[in-house]
């Protein structure tokens, strides 16, 4: 397989993932990003407490 006919495959697998929207409609964009915030301000306070020598 030529690096051209993997390109061309690639770009037609794009092309048809374009139809759906890629959103998946029980996600919430609001809901998973404060998630991800509160998460990783979670693992900042252990870090934190974990480096007390500072």
Known sequence: MSFHSAAAQLVTLA???EEHG???E???PLLTGGAAFV???LLLW???RFNRDR
């Open 46 to 48: 252990i870090t934190t």
């Open 26 to 28: 029980s996600l919430n």
């Open 15 to 17: 092309a048809e993932g």
């Open 22 to 24: 890629g959103n998946h």
């Open 39 to 41: 998460i990783l301000m």
